[in-house]
């Protein structure tokens, strides 16, 4: 495995995990009347470094991809 395709993977991840995040915030907000754009951007920008975080025990994707015997 090498750092390009780790950093790749997770990165991808981590946009993926903001963008559910975002989504998330944003439709719960809509419920109380009022979207509060910083707490969608803060909870967004934190759920993103805490996946990139979790991607360090390890990527099945890096793993699956890029295996070689």
């Given amino acids: 495995m090498n750092r390009r395709s ?3 993977c997770a990165g991808i ?5 903001l963008a559910q995040t975002a989504i998330a915030t ?3 907000s809509v419920l109380i009347d009022q ?3 910083w707490a969608v951007l803060s909870a967004s920008a934190l759920a993103a470094v805490l996946s990139l975080l979790t991607s360090v025990a390890g990527l099945p ?3 699956e991809h890029y295996y070689e015997p």
């Fill in 26 to 28: 944003i439709g719960t």
């Fill in 61 to 63: 994707e890096v793993e």
């Fill in 35 to 37: 979207v509060n754009w």
């Fill in 13 to 17: 991840r981590a946009l993926k995990t």
């Fill in 6 to 8: 780790w950093w790749y």
